[in-house]
């Protein structure tokens, strides 16, 4: 029996944001049964804005991941790890009901942290892999 010397391939997946640009970094990066997604805001793409809300920001945030994944040939019910940086506390509440809408039947591995995000009007950014192993 030989050995496959065949290298997994890698796809990076691109939303359109600035930030991948300035930052030198991929919305998401697959290879194999992987698929890593970058923390990701709730910029509206389509309109090119930040809402004000932190529910409507995690809305935007989870269409973004959820679109990211599906280029990657991926789906939600992959991610088997979350991670939410949210800037205050006081947005968890508002948060909540979103995250349980996208992650409550997948119910992945999660951290919450509270920090700042790199924008002052940024107030929650979620990160997740996925496996389809």
């Known amino acids: 029996m030989t050995k496959s010397t065949k290298k997994p391939t890698r796809k990076h997946v691109a939303s359109g944001s600035e930030w991948e640009e300035k930052f030198a970094y991929s919305r998401a990066v697959a290879q194999g049964d ?7 805001t709730g910029t509206n793409y ?7 809300e ?3 920001q995690t809305r935007n945030a ?6 990211a994944l599906r280029a990657a040939g991926f789906e939600m ?3 088997v790890r979350v991670q939410y940086t949210v800037a205050n506390r006081k947005y968890i ?3 909540q009901p979103e995250l349980q809408r996208a992650f409550g039947a997948i119910k992945p591995a999660a951290t919450m942290v ?3 995000l790199i924008e002052k009007d940024m107030k929650v ?3 997740v892999t996925a496996f389809k192993g």
Do not use: N, R
């Not at 992987?34 to 990701?40: E, I, K, L, P, Q």
């Not at 989870?62 to 679109?67: F, L």
């Open 62 to 67: 989870i269409t973004t991941i959820d679109a």
């Open 46 to 52: 389509e309109l090119g804005v930040m809402p004000e």
């Open 114 to 116: 509270i920090a700042d």
């Open 34 to 40: 992987w698929c890593f997604v970058s923390g990701t």
């Open 125 to 127: 950014e979620i990160e």
């Open 93 to 95: 509440e508002q948060i």
């Open 54 to 56: 932190a529910a409507q």
């Open 77 to 79: 019910g992959h991610v």
